[in-house]
Nanobody
Framework: VQLQASGGGLVQDGGSLRLSCAAS????????MGWYRQTPGKQRELVAD???????NYADFVKGRFTISRDNAKRTVYVQMNNLEPSDTAVYYC???????????????WGQGTQVTVSS
């Protein structure tokens, strides 16, 4: 099982970006999918996550600006980030809780991280 994130980049204050994260491999089920972010010297923090049924949960600092969604058929989670601020600058990671085939238990898998830089 692998997660491949894409869509990061450099954007100006107030701009927008859309991140994508696709899961691949032999799996039976994908449960919650989400996005986290991390800056140097700080712990990784939740940005938003979404259940397989589409229920979304957001960190307070992104409410009203970011929208998380997923396409279950494509095994992909997205986050649309609008009105970006310099404080949103971080490495963004996707995470998915997955039940792989041939493995007994569900487990969390992480993508490789994608850099988002917002210039002032």
């Amino acid at each position: 099982v692998q997660l491949q994130a894409s869509g990061g980049g450099l954007v100006q204050d107030g701009g927008s970006l859309r991140l994508s994260c696709a899961a691949s491999g032999n799996m039976l089920r994908i449960n919650v999918m989400g996005w986290y972010r991390q800056t140097p010297g700080k712990q990784r923090e939740l940005v938003a996550d979404i259940t397989s049924g589409g229920n979304a949960n957001y960190a307070d600092f992104v409410k009203g600006r970011f929208t998380i969604s997923r396409d279950n058929a494509k095994r992909t989670v997205y986050v649309q980030m609008n009105n970006l601020e310099p404080s949103d600058t971080a490495v963004y990671y996707c995470k998915a809780n997955i039940k792989p085939a041939l493995v007994y238990a569900d487990a969390d898998y992480w993508g490789q991280g994608t850099q988002v830089t917002v210039s002032s």
